[in-house]
């Protein structure tokens, strides 16, 4: 039977990612995505439409969104294991691309057949020179990967030493839906493995955090909302979203926004100094996917 490949991933107003994050990643070889419906009203159910009549998506509606009491992620996961069918399941946000060879699916077809139950991919987020103009689209303007990265402290008053896009970000994990594995908060890590994670050589996810100003803004506001609703998350949990709310709430959020986007000279000189590195498999795939327009 050929390797097949599920992703789970829980969208809330993302009407500029949604239509191209399930294109990719269907283009890629995902079999299915799984999509935890977080009661969406800006468009992105309209965009995620022509991928569930196809049977590609499936929409998820989330019972609560006090997420003490319901995981999304190892539901779904649960489910995909009552129903066989998947023998690989990736956990990545919407602003989340997986990335590798074009032979994907060998690759896990060769983890499966080592016997590793989970695997580890490594994130990186994606900026470019100066915040994405006009009707620019991100994934075109988004070509450089911050690869030399800076240590932060889990604390939102706490001072960064350098733009918060030069974070070291944790990987996300997948996971091999014959164990009995369950993935943590934040998909980085896993309950009941019996080895340490092995972290991907040829896997990697680009990380798209920061695309238009509305999109982050709106984001944000949405994070107030999640927040309140769950008090009893831990204090470490979203650390850099409790930042990013107090700037907005402070009138700051903007020129936060604005920080992330090196100028040419100085994205020149991180260049030269190789904190980042040009990155343009995204923009190069949505310049040359032809069929975009039958889903945008």
Request: proline share 6%; aromatic share 10%; net charge negative.
């Amino acid at each position: 039977m050929p390797m097949r490949w599920a992703i789970i991933s829980g969208m809330y107003n993302v009407a500029d990612l949604a239509a191209e994050f399930c294109r990719y990643h269907l283009g890629l070889g995902a079999d299915k995505i799984f999509v935890a419906d977080y009661g969406s009203d800006d468009g992105t159910l309209e965009r995620l439409a022509p991928f569930v009549r196809e049977g590609r998506v499936e929409l998820v509606p989330l019972p609560t969104h006090h997420f003490a009491n319901y995981d999304p992620s190892n539901e779904i996961l649960g489910t995909i294991r009552k129903r066989n069918v998947a023998d690989w399941v990736s956990f990545l946000d919407p602003d989340e691309f997986l990335t590798g060879p074009e032979n994907l699916k060998d690759v896990l077809a060769e983890e499966f057949s080592r016997g590793g139950d989970t695997i580890r991919v490594p994130r990186y987020n994606l900026t470019g020179i100066g915040p994405v103009a006009g009707e620019t689209h991100y994934l075109t303007h988004l070509r450089l990967k911050v690869v030399t990265t800076d240590v932060r402290v889990s604390d939102p008053s706490a001072p960064l030493s350098s733009p918060w896009i030069f974070s070291r970000l944790p990987g996300k994990v997948m996971i091999r839906t014959r164990s009995s594995l369950t993935t943590m908060t934040g998909d980085h890590n896993v309950v009941g493995a019996t080895q340490a994670l092995r972290e991907s050589s040829v896997l990697e996810i680009l990380h798209l955090p920061m695309r238009g100003y509305e999109a982050f803004q709106e984001k944000i506001e949405r994070g107030i909302g999640y927040f309140a609703k769950n008090p009893d998350l831990h204090p470490n949990i979203g650390w850099h979203w409790k930042r990013w709310i107090e700037l907005f709430q402070s009138g700051r959020l903007r020129e936060e926004y604005q920080k992330q986007f090196p100028q040419a000279a100085a994205a020149a000189a991180l260049l030269a100094e190789g904190r980042v590195v040009p990155e343009r498999r995204l923009a190069d795939w949505w310049t040359n996917d032809a069929g975009r327009g039958s889903y945008l």
